[in-house]
C-alpha cells in the first residue's frame, strides 16, 4: 500500500511539473513585448531594460524557467507585474476565499447528489427517477454563470432569501455568516453537478441491487432495506467517489465563474483580473496551483478507492 | 404418504413483462418435495428451470410475477405471504444456492462477516457468530476455516467459494435447499467434491433439495426423483432411475440421446439431434407444446393438450403416445449417415503438424511462471486430437502457441506439413494463417455484432483466400448453407440469432480459408445438448468432407471421447497421458487421467469409484519438486516409488504402442492397480 501511494505521488509530482514546464513556455511564447505593454507607449528603452531586468526577462528562456522553478519550490511565488508585489500576498488570501466556497460547495453538493442518486436508483422507473435524472441533466445543461444570475434575481433579489454577494460586508464576518452567504453561489455550483455525480451514483446503486451478492443476502433472510444499508451501498459508491474526483477540474471552473458573478474576491476573480492585465506572473502560479489541487483531490480519491476496495488493496500491497 | 410436503408448487403460471406484454414461462407446473427428498429438474435453457427454483423462494425479477396457483411451504402458501414473513422463512427454512460462486458473495465484506450475518439475523451476537461461522465452514470441509473467515471473495477458487455459499445457505439449519446449477463452471474434479458434500450432508441433516441442472449425468447422481421441463410445462415426471431408464416423452427420449454418452465414437455412431429449437417465451399453444419438434406428432397433438398420464407407480408424462415414446424415430440425418458411413471408413493420414518442445513462461507479478513445460505432440491430416485437465491446465495456452496467438519460448517448434513456421501470427504469410483457424467458446463475443452473418464469413473469406468482394460474398453464402444456416438468416446480425447458429456461424468463418486445422475451445460448452450434438455432427462430417484436423478443447469428458481420435491429458502444463481416445479411456490409466475419469458422474447411472484428488492444484509459479502430481496423486502412496515422486520429474516414455504416460510405476503395475 505504501508502495503504491508513493508510486501515485511520484506520478502526480511528475504531472505538476510537466504543467509547469508547459505553462511557462506558453506564457513566454506568447507573441508581445510584455515591457512595452506594462510600461506602455511613452517608456524610454532604459525603462524597458530596466523593466526585464527586474523581472528576470533579460537572461536566457532556460534559465529563466531554472530560476522560476527554484523559487516556486522555495514558495516564492514571484512578482506579479501589475501590482508589482508579490504574487503570494495576492494569491493566498483569494485562495482562503474560495477554499471556503469550494467547501461549503462540496458538503452541499456531495451528499445531496448521492442521496439523489440513491433515491433515484431505488425507486427505478418510477416518477421521482424521472424527475431526478432528467431534472438533473436539463440543469446541468445551463452552464454556472447564467444559473448565478438567475438565482441572484430569483431568490436574492425578489425574495430576498439569500444575500446577493457571496461576501458579508466588514464587521459581520462570523462562520455562519460568511457560510450562509456563499449558499447561493454553492447551489449554482450544485445545479450544474448533480446531475452527473446523481447519475453515476444511481448506475453504481442499480447495479448493486442487481448483483449476485444482492440477491444472496435477501435469500438469506435480510430484509430489502438492511440489505442495501449493509450490501450495497459500500460496493455502489467505490465508483462514485472516483467520479466526484474527476469533477473537481468542473468545480474549479464552475467556482471561477460564480466568483465573478457573485462579486466574490477569491481564486477566480484574481485570475481573471491577471488574465484582463497580462500579469503572466499571477497567471503561472494560478494554473500550478489549479494542477495541484486537482492532482492532489485525484491522488486522494485513487487512495481512497483503493482503501475501500479489498481487490485493488490487494494488489497494490503486493 | 400422508406427511405434509416440504414443497408443493400447485398449478403454479408464471410470467415476464416485457415490452408491455406479460409473456408466460411457467404453465400450469406441479409437483411436491417430500422431507428429505431431492428432486431434480432438467431441460433445455430457457424453459423455465431458473424462474421455478426462484419462485420457490418467492424471489422473481422486477418484471416477473406469479399469475396463477400457489406455492406451498409446509402447507402455507408463500404466495400470500407478506415480505416479512417470506424473509423469517428465508432466514430459519429456505436457502438457496446458485450458479457463479463467485459472484454470489459481496466483493468488499469478509467472507467470515457474510457467513456470521446468517447467524447475526437469528439473534446471535457478533462474536458468537463468528464463532459459529468457523464451525460452519468446517462442515463444508473447508481445511482452515480461520484463514479463510478473514478474506475476501476474490481471494478464494471457485470451489472453495461454492462451499463457502453452501456453507451460507445451510448455516440456518433449513428444511429446503434450492440448488440452481450449483457446480456449473466448476471443473471436473472440484464438482465432483462439492457434489460428494452435498450428498453427505444431506444424509446428515435430511434436508429437502430442489436441484436444477443441465447434466444429466449430475442430476442422476444427485436425485430420488426427477422433473423434465420443456417450454415452461412439466413433461415428465418420475423417479430417476424409472425415468433414465424408461423415458416415456418423446423430449426427454430426445434429449438422452443427444448426449456422447459412453463408449460412443464419431467412426461408429451419429449423435442425435431434436429438430428445431424451443418456442419463444410467451408463445400460446392449443396442443402439446412439444407438437413443433416432435417426430410422432399426430393431429390430435396440435388441437389439443395431453394431461398427465401414469406411466408406472409415480412415473408421469404428459404425452398422448407415451408408450411409443421410446420407439421415436432417430433423426433423419442419422439414417443419411448410416449408407453413407459404410463407405467412407474413418482413417488418419499421415502426420500434419508437429509440435515441439513448447514452453512459456508468464511474468506475473515479478514472478517467473512456467504455465507450458515442454509439450510435444502431433496431429495428422483428418485426425482429431483431444485435449483435457483442469482449468490451469495449459490447454488454451497449448492452443494459442500453436495457431501463434502467443510466442513460444526459445527452442518450441510448431511446423506444418514439415514446414517450421514463424513463431507469431502477424509473422506468418497469408497461407499460413488461413492453414490454422478457432473456434471459441462463447459465439457473442467473437462475432462483431455490427456486422451481417454474411459480412462477418465474407470478410474472412476476402482476407484469406483474396477473393473478390462478389466472390466472397458468394462463397459466404455457400459455407453459411453448407453449416446449415438458413439462407433467410443471411443478412441477420448475430443477436438474431440462437447460440447454437451464432457458433455454426463462427464455425463457417474459421473455414473461411479452407483450413487444415480447426481449433475447437471448448466450442460447445455453452450450449444445449441437442444444439451440442448438431455442432459436433457438423464438426464430424466437416472432417470427413475436407479432411480437415481438429484440436479439441473440452472439460466435457464425453464430448472429447466421442470426437477424438487421439487424447493429450494435461496436468499443470505438461502432458502426463498421451494416446488413442480407446487407450486413454480404457486404460491403463496414468492416475491422474484415472482420477480425473472417475469424477464425471455417470450419467447411465453406473457407480464409478471415484478416485480422489487430495489438495487443490498447485500454482505454476511455484510447482512441487519431483513429479508435479505427487502431493495429490492417488497411486503415489504405498506404490513403492514414493521417493522417486518426489524428487525426479518421470519423463513422457512410450508405454504401449502410441500410448505416452509420465509417470514412475511401470505400465503393468498400473494396470495391476487398476484392475
Ligand atoms: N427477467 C426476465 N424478463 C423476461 N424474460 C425472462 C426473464 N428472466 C428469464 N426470462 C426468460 O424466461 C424463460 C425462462 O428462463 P429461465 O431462466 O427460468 O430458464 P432456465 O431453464 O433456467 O434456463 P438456463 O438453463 O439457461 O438457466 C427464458 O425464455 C428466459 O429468456
Ligand atoms: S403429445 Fe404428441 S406432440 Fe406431444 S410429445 Fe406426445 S406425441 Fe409428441
Ligand atoms: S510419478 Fe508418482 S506421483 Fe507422479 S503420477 Fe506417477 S505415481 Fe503419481
Ligand atoms: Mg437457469
Redesign the interface.
Known sequence: MKQYILKRLGLSVITVFLVAVIVFFLTHILPGNVARQYLGRGATEEDLVEFRRVFGLDKPLLSQLFIWIKDLLQGDLGTSMQYRGPVADLLLPAIGYSSKLAGVAFFLIVPISIFGGVIAAMNRGKKIDRVITVGGLSAAVIPEFVWAIVLVLTVGVTFQIFPVTAFPEEGNRGVLNQIWHLILPSISLLLVLFGYIARIARAGVIEALE???M??????????KKAVT??VL??AL?PTIAVIASQVPYLIGGLIAVEIVFNYPGFGTILKGAVDARDYAVLQSGVIISSLVIVGFQLIADILFAL????IR?KVS? | MSETPTLELRNLEVAYTVRGIDRQVLRDVSFSIAPGEAYGFVGESGCGKSTAAFAAMRYLPRNGKITGGSILFEGNNIVDMSDGQVSDLRRSAISMVYQNPATALNPTIRVGDQVAEVFQLNGVSKSDALAMAEQALTRVQIADPIQVLRRYAHQLSGGMAQRVVIAMALASNPRLLVMDEPTTGLDATVEAEVLDLVRELRRDTGTAVLFISHNLGVIRHMCDRVGVLYAGALVEQGATADLFNNPSHPYTVGLLRCIPRGGLHKSTDRLDTIPGTPPALGTKFDGCVFAARCALAEDKCQSSQPQMVTIKGNHVARCFLSDKASSLPRSAEQIEFASQSATTAHEVGETLLNVSHLSKVFTQDGHQVRVINDVSLTLGVGETLGLVGESGSGKTTIAKLVLGLTAPEEGGVVSLDGKGLAKTLNRRDVHDVGAMQIVFQNPDQALNRRHSVTRIVGRAVERLRSFSVSESIDRAHELLSGMRVEATLHSARPVQLSGGLKQRVAISRAFAGAPQIVVCDEPTSALDVSVQAAILNLLVDLQKQDKTSFIFISHDLGVVRYISDRIAVLYLGRVVEFGSSQRVFNGPFHPYTEALLSSVPNFDGSIRKRIPLTGVVPSPSNPPSGCVLNPRCPRKAGSGYETLCETEEPNLTEVEPGHFMRCHIPVAKLKQLQS
Open positions: 448483483s449476485d451478492y440477491r444472496t443476502a435477501v435469500l438469506k433472510g435480510l430484509s430489502r449493509k450490501h459500500r460496493n467505490l475501500l476496495n479489498p481487490r490487494q503486493e
